[in-house]
């Protein structure tokens, strides 16, 4: 068995069956209310076709998301008065609050993590996962392997992605 094989094991192993219940909610919340709220929250009024494509949802996910947080105050839905043909999404003052709420608990839960691990252990994880990242965006299972003027490419627009360093 190769080291690449190794690692495939211990990849899906660690993903399928050591997912913790953080990661789990995390990746529930990429396609519902808390996603939504950070969505509006970042970009301001958004059309539900909008809110779908930033999702990777369906339509009908995104109504259903939508009714739900309406229904519980979050936000309003408008119709456009330019094209009437247009609904608008919008946060309330308490879809704001709680959209913050649940971005100061992530940022509280993860940065406990990360001063678990150490600085030198974090920056290795976030500069390997950058790289896996980069990667796994131009392979794709069935297709072709990306030729290496692709592979140059990829990690050359993960390094030219990196954020500022935080504030």
């Known amino acids: ?3 690449a094989d190794e690692a495939y094991q211990e990849l899906m192993h660690a993903a399928a069956e050591k ?3 953080m990661t789990k ?3 529930r919340d990429m396609k519902g209310e808390p996603f939504v709220l950070a969505q509006l929250g970042h970009h301001g009024t958004m059309t539900p076709s909008e809110l ?3 999702t990777k949802s369906s339509s009908a996910r995104i109504s259903a998301v939508l009714a ?3 229904k519980k105050g979050y936000i309003t839905r408008d119709i456009d008065h330019n094209d009437r043909r247009n609904i608008l999404v919008s946060l309330t003052e308490e879809g704001r609050a709680q959209g913050q709420k649940r971005h100061e608990e992530m ?3 993860i940065c406990w993590v990360f001063e678990q691990m150490g600085e030198d252990k974090t920056r290795q994880f976030i500069t390997l996962l950058k790289e896996f990242a980069a990667y796994t965006t131009i392979c ?3 297709k072709p392997r990306p030729t290496p003027e692709e592979v140059a490419e990829a990690l050359e627009a993960n390094a030219s992605s990196a954020p500022s360093q935080p504030s």
Do not use: C, K, V
């Open 1 to 3: 068995m190769t080291f």
């Open 19 to 21: 997912r913790s219940e």
């Open 25 to 27: 909610r995390m990746s």
């Open 52 to 54: 779908a494509d930033s």
């Open 68 to 70: 739900s947080l309406e």
């Open 107 to 109: 940022h509280s839960a």
């Open 140 to 142: 794709e299972p069935g």
